[in-house]
């Protein structure tokens, strides 16, 4: 099997259980249909970094399975329409530059795409309140639940499948998590929303319960870790920024 970029003989490896041709010459991987998102970064650069040259062949490419002629992979998914890939028509699978492997792993640490629209909403929405808002100063521990309503602004929460975003914004830099309590089975799992002081707070997770399950309560702190305010318990519900 010869890889369809710079003909040199291609290895056969497995990577996180998926069946992998790579060519450690030109640095060029072939993956079997859907594996290549099944492998993470970490192999991704692994397989990107193990070539000898930087050869890039611009002619038709060569299945190095079946030497079916590759076709240009059209897609409708927003990431790999920017990377381009070459797929075989017979066994469907997949060819890709060392560079276009990184830059795609690279591309999927960003929010689900089925959330950037909502993300993408709440920083428009956050930012353009901020130029309306005065400045607000913290300034004692023991702030009240009005205080809070005042210094917490437009709590955002969307939930797709197991994809779950959470944000809200602050008039003054500060540090922030958020503490989620499952009411049906007294679960408690803490978030860290800004671990340095910032007034735009938000965390993309796949690892909550469903949120009819859930309460949540935000806790504000300095850049020394100190308390400044601690919300009142809320029943989690989807909410419009």
Do not use: W
Not at 96 to 103: F, K
Not at 172 to 182: G, K, L, Q
Request: net charge positive.
């Amino acid at each position: 099997m010869y890889c369809p970029n710079c003909s040199e003989e291609m290895n056969s490896e497995v990577y996180e259980n998926q069946p992998v041709l790579h060519c450690s010459h030109c640095g060029c991987s072939f993956f079997e249909e859907n594996g290549l998102s099944k492998i993470g970064k970490g192999t991704a650069r692994y397989l990107a970094h193990n070539k000898k040259s930087d050869f890039i062949l611009s002619s038709q490419k060569l299945c190095p399975k079946d030497s079916t002629v590759m076709s240009s992979m059209h897609n409708n998914d927003e990431v790999l329409q920017n990377i381009p890939l070459s797929q075989c028509t017979v066994c469907r699978g997949i060819f890709i530059y060392p560079e276009d492997l990184l830059t795609l792993k690279k591309a999927r640490e960003t929010p689900f795409p089925a959330l950037r629209a909502v993300l993408v909403f709440s920083f428009f929405t956050l930012f353009s309140l901020s130029a309306l808002a005065g400045f607000v100063t913290l300034q004692t521990r023991n702030a009240t639940q009005t205080r809070a309503d005042d210094i917490i602004k437009n709590v955002a929460v969307s939930q797709s499948g197991r994809y779950f975003f959470f944000s809200f914004k602050t008039l003054t830099p500060v540090r922030s998590e958020v503490t989620f309590i499952n009411t049906r089975t007294k679960k408690v799992v803490v978030k860290t929303l800004s671990s340095t002081a910032k007034t735009l707070h938000y965390i993309t997770t796949t690892d909550m319960d469903p949120i009819s399950d859930l309460s949540y309560f935000i806790t504000l702190t300095d850049e020394k870790g100190r308390v400044i305010l601690k919300t009142e318990t809320k029943k989690l519900s989807i909410i419009s920024p």
